[in-house]
T-cell receptor, first 116, second 113 residues
Framework: GAVVSQHPSRVICKSGTSVKIECRSL??????MFWYRQFPKQSLMLMAT?????????EQGVEKDKFLINHASLTLSTLTVTSAHPEDSSFYIC????????????FGNGTRLTVT | AQSVTQLDSQVPVFEEAPVELRCNYS??????LFWYVQYPNQGLQLLLK??????LVESINGFEAEFNKSQTSFHLRKPSVHISDTAEYFC???????????FGKGTRLSVIA
C-alpha cells in the first residue's frame, strides 16, 4: 500500500537553531501534503497544506515565517522549524493522499521534536 | 466548517469484552468519515472509512463502524478486544475533495488483562 516516510523520527535541538523535517511519498506522487502538529494527549491540529510547486496554505494562528514549508517535488515536502523555542516541542506528522479525493490520508510516523 | 466530537477521552475495558468508542460530527456538506489508530510515538494508521454505500464498514482486525446520518454519528465497535488494541483512536471527517482531515480529540482505549 501507499507509504509516507518521515525523517527524522526524533530530534533534539537547542533554542535558536533550525530543524528540517522531511516527508516523502515512497510509491506515489502527492501534489498535496498536509502537516499536522500534535500536543501530548491531544488531537492533531492542521498546520498547513503543502502544494507542489506553489506556496503552502497556513492555518490561522500558524506563523509561516517560523514554519517554512517547501514542496519542491511530487514526492517530497519539508517543514523547517526556524529559530526553535521550547514551546515548539511537539509531535509533527505529515500526510498525503495517493490518488483521488476519496483516497484516505496516509500518515508518516511522525517526528518528535524536543527543543532544549 | 466541520467538527468532530469524541465524547470519551479514555475508555478502560477488560480483555475479551466488547467496546464502543463514540464519535459525532457536524457538517453542512457531505463528508467522508474515518477512524484512525495511533500507537505510542507513531503516526496514524487508517482503521476504516466510510465514503458511500453500506453504512456499516468493517476493518480486517474485527473493528466495525456504522454511519448514522440522522444522528450524525460514526461510532466504532469491537465485540471482543485484545491487549494489542490498546491505543489512541481518532475519528476524522473531511468534506469531499482533496481536503485535510478534521480530527476529534481522540479516545484512549486501554485493554486490561
Amino acid at each position: 500500500g501507499a507509504v509516507v516516510s518521515q525523517h527524522p523520527s526524533r530530534v533534539i535541538c537547542k533554542s535558536g537553531t533550525s530543524v528540517k523535517i522531511e516527508c516523502r511519498s515512497l510509491d506515489f506522487q502527492a501534489t498535496t501534503m498536509f502537516w499536522y502538529r500534535q500536543f501530548p494527549k491531544q488531537s492533531l491540529m492542521l498546520m498547513a497544506t503543502s502544494n507542489e510547486g506553489s506556496k503552502a496554505t497556513y492555518e490561522q494562528g500558524v506563523e509561516k515565517d517560523k514554519f517554512l514549508i517547501n514542496h519542491a517535488s511530487l514526492t517530497l515536502s519539508t517543514l523547517t522549524v526556524t529559530s526553535a523555542h521550547p514551546e515548539d516541542s511537539s509531535f509533527y506528522i505529515c500526510s498525503a493522499r495517493d490518488g483521488t479525493d476519496i483516497s484516505p490520508l496516509h500518515f508518516g510516523n511522525g517526528t518528535r521534536l524536543t527543543v532544549t | 466548517a466541520q467538527s468532530v466530537t469524541q465524547l470519551d477521552s479514555q475508555v478502560p475495558v477488560f480483555e475479551e469484552a466488547p467496546v464502543e468508542l463514540r464519535c459525532n460530527y457536524s457538517s453542512s456538506v457531505s463528508v467522508y468519515l474515518f477512524w484512525y489508530v495511533q500507537y505510542p510515538n507513531q503516526g496514524l494508521q487508517l482503521l476504516l472509512k466510510y465514503l458511500s454505500g453500506s453504512t456499516l464498514v468493517e476493518s480486517i482486525n474485527g473493528f466495525e463502524a456504522e454511519f448514522n446520518k440522522s444522528q450524525t454519528s460514526f461510532h466504532l465497535r469491537k465485540p471482543s478486544v485484545h491487549i494489542s488494541d490498546t491505543a489512541e483512536y481518532f475519528c476524522a471527517v473531511s468534506p469531499r475533495g482533496n481536503t485535510p482531515l478534521v480530527f476529534g480529540k481522540g479516545t484512549r482505549l486501554s485493554v486490561i488483562a
